[in-house]
């Protein structure tokens, strides 16, 4: 087990320059962050000057990447083009943000799985019917319209919530945004656990347990549901940098100053440094994420072994 954790952390060293990059080159050929910077009304040749000095975009592209990855490694991700450190967008960014991530993954895997192991086990039933219908309602519907719609009806017409989050976003207030933001895959986990239950639900080792006269909730537990949820946990596991970095349209809607806020700003007024090195931390979490699913199959099935 050991030597595969040092092997995947070798592995993704070059995952991580290649994405970072990528992220770079895309980020500087968007357009002119000087010309956002002054806006409307141009800067003078002089200013712009010294202004691309002052954030080094005087440099070729290549020496700008290297620049900027030797300053990632002390911690340093740069300043904003309005003189705050990026670190400091993220100091208090990110807080609001995981703790978002946390409510709607927690939406998945609670009423998700509940659901799929339900449907799952009476696949066919009204139930199961009703299920599938309501999930692919949700799955079609665009997130903006289903986050509207909750904040009109629960926040403004009946004042169950407040329509906007607080500036600290408690994990209380995040209850009907951390639903909105996991409104689609919490539909997806609970269709693929569906999948899963009703195909292992007839395999021979099911059926064997059955054969010995376990008792049922004991064979769903402990046989059939933790085999099942290898692909389940796969897609949360993945889901959880998706849900991180695209909550730019739930933070906007419920007034949320996370990252998906600080992402929208910094591509709005071509603020590279920010854009780059809120990414960056995303491309991290994608990775250590991966890494810890990787590390949880073993758990769930134990012939799955790691040399």
Not at 19 to 38: E, Q, R, W
């Amino acid at each position: 087990m050991g030597r595969y954790v040092v092997r995947r952390l070798l592995q993704m060293i070059p995952v991580f320059i290649g994405a970072t990059l990528l992220i770079f080159l895309m980020v500087n050929v968007m357009g002119d962050p000087i010309a956002g910077l002054c806006g409307e009304r141009q800067c003078d040749p002089a200013t712009a000057a010294r202004l691309r000095h002052e954030f080094g975009l005087d440099k070729p592209v290549w020496q700008q990447y290297l620049t900027y990855m030797g300053n990632v490694f002390t911690g340093d991700f740069g300043t904003a083009f309005n003189g705050q450190p990026v670190t400091g967008l993220m100091a208090s960014a990110f807080p609001v943000t995981i703790r978002l991530t946390i409510v709607a993954i927690l939406f998945e895997i609670v009423i998700g799985i509940t659901l799929g192991v339900i449907t799952g086990l009476r696949r066919g039933h009204p139930v199961d019917t009703s299920v599938l219908l309501v999930t692919l309602v949700v799955i079609s519907v665009p997130t903006f319209v289903t986050g509207l719609l909750l904040q009109l009806l629960l926040g403004v017409e009946w004042g169950w919530i407040k329509p906007s989050v607080s500036p600290e976003a408690a994990f209380g207030e995040l209850i009907v945004p951390g639903l909105v933001l996991a409104s689609v895959s919490l539909a997806y986990v609970t269709r693929l656990t569906r999948t899963s239950i009703a195909e292992n639900k007839r395999a021979d080792y099911v059926r064997t347990a059955i054969a010995k006269g376990l008792p049922r909730h004991r064979v769903v537990t402990r046989h059939l549901l933790r085999n099942s949820l290898i692909p389940v946990v796969t897609f949360i596991g993945t889901d959880i940098g998706a849900l991180m970095g695209g909550a730019i349209v739930t933070e906007r809607i419920f007034n949320i100053h996370g990252v998906g806020y600080q992402l929208y700003q910094g591509i709005l007024r071509q603020n590279t440094q920010t854009v780059v090195g809120f990414v960056t931390v995303l491309v991290l979490v994608f990775l250590v994420a991966n890494l810890l699913v990787d590390l949880l199959y073993a758990v769930l099935d134990p012939r799955i072994r790691y040399a």
